[in-house]
């Protein structure tokens, strides 16, 4: 009885498959796929196109329909994915030669409104990072906020207004439970080194992703320094406009516009103080609103809820091209970086992470030291050691490696950190 069902079960799928993989099943499907097409009902017409190409791959015909159908249809995140793979495909022949032309056009009118924007720069590496937008509002903490004068406070939440009144859907709660925080605003002590021959080198705030392993964006950290090195404190302008750009990386901007006008711009050492922060308050431009738009509108590689996924969100590799391009993109950005800001280590350190992501570990490794050599942060000597031993991790050099891991623990003991050495420790076995 039992041997019977298994032959019976069997001829079910040879069967099966003989039907999808013969060219009856080919021309059958698409025939029907054709109909469909020629009814204009091209979201229906769709998967019969696959059935066909399942069964034959390199039909011609129903390649070149099925890139027709597709440019035809509407143009949802599984459409764009389905062209984009057209026009990537390996076999080259007139169908992909005219998914790239539709491809194209397909960006051009998604981008219709926002294509005036610094997308490139605002991924980070290969990745999109943003926030589900089912999350908003944000919750923000501010941590001691008696360390500062009271119109630093409400001077940030100066700035969050803005970035709401300007794009109608990012929007900030404040709440005192540190621990549910996703934006954590804290106060601190500039360095003490900020100063050298008379020349103070020094931001106001910066802003660091908090990320897990798994790729969860757990937390935004805020932090502006209390006073100049001088020991002043900023003036309530300095901290509006630093708190309107701060919380543009805090939603996920994560690289820098290269146009003076846009608040997400990053500022030339010899200008820092005089222009941008002391003349006027700023306002977000065109551009960053744009930008922020597009980056809320592509599926997001890192964010704080995992697998978000929308037919009404946008393929990443439509928008930025594929890996080489973006890092490529990467590369010129953070180049340019170092020319505007040759002091600061963070340049070299970005610079290295993309030295990583192409698999160049000895160009990472050089750019590490010209990091290390302009480190003077804790927080910046921390990330050094840490990337040193990742690279090392990665070129399998496990002694180098636990040693830099071993001296980024002895100064800040996190979570990452621990991770880290236990995975080359695993690797060691
Ligand atoms: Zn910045």
């Known amino acids: 009885m039992r041997r ?13 498959a003989l039907f999808y993989k013969s060219p009856f099943s080919a021309m059958y499907n698409y025939n029907k796929a054709k109909a469909l097409y020629t009814q204009g009902q091209y979201e229906q017409a769709i998967p019969y196109f696959e059935r066909s190409l399942f069964a034959d791959p390199r039909g011609i015909l129903a390649r070149f329909y099925y890139v027709l159908t597709l440019s035809k249809a509407k143009p949802v995140y599984s459409v764009q994915k389905k062209l984009y793979d057209m026009a990537n495909s390996k076999i080259n022949d007139e169908a992909s030669k005219y998914a790239k032309v539709q491809l194209m056009y397909m960006k051009y009118n998604l981008l219709d409104g926002i294509e005036n924007n610094y997308i490139y720069n605002a991924s980070m590496g290969n990745d999109i990072l943003r926030w589900d937008i089912k999350s908003f509002p944000l919750k923000v903490y501010f941590d001691n906020p008696t360390l500062v004068p009271d119109y ?12 709401t009144n300007h794009t109608n859907f990012v929007k900030f709660s404040i709440i005192n439970e540190p621990s549910q925080a ?15 021959n008379g020349v103070c080198k020094y931001a106001v705030a910066y802003t660091e992703p908090e990320i897990s392993k798994d790729k969860i964006l757990k937390k935004m950290n805020l932090t502006f320094y209390k006073t100049n090195p001088r020991g002043e404190n900023f003036s309530a302008r300095e901290v509006f406009n630093t708190a309107l750009h701060e919380l543009g990386h805090t939603l ?31 306002a977000l431009s065109a551009r960053d609103l744009k930008t922020l738009v597009l980056l809320y509108r592509i599926e997001p590689t890192i964010s704080n809820t995992k697998n978000q996924h929308s037919e009404t969100f946008y393929y990443a590799p439509l928008v930025l091209g594929n890996d080489d391009l973006r890092l490529q993109k990467k590369l010129d950005e953070y180049r340019k970086y170092i020319q505007l800001y040759p002091h600061m280590a963070s340049g070299y350190i970005n610079l290295a992470s993309v030295y990583g992501d192409l698999g160049d570990f000895d160009s990472a490794l050089k750019a590490l030291n010209d990091a290390e050599a302009r480190a003077n942060t804790t927080d910046e000597r921390y990330l050094v050691l840490y990337n040193k031993a990742i690279t090392y991790y ?26 880290l050495i236990s995975d080359i420790e695993n690797l060691n076995k």
């Open 4 to 16: 019977r069902f298994l032959l019976f079960l069997f001829l079910i799928v040879l069967v099966f």
């Open 182 to 196: 996703d934006i954590y605003i804290s106060f601190k002590d500039i360095q003490k080194d900020a100063c050298e």
């Open 152 to 163: 630093y406070v409400s001077s940030i939440k100066n700035a969050m207004i803005q970035w």
């Open 394 to 419: 990665n070129k399998q050099e496990i002694t180098k490696a636990l040693e830099c891991a071993q001296k980024a623990q002895s100064i800040k003991d996190d979570n990452n950190v621990r991770d």
């Open 252 to 282: 996920g901007i994560m690289g820098h516009s290269e146009n003076p006008n846009d608040v997400m711009y990053s500022i030339k050492e010899s200008d820092y103080m005089l222009d941008f922060f002391k003349s006027e308050d700023q």
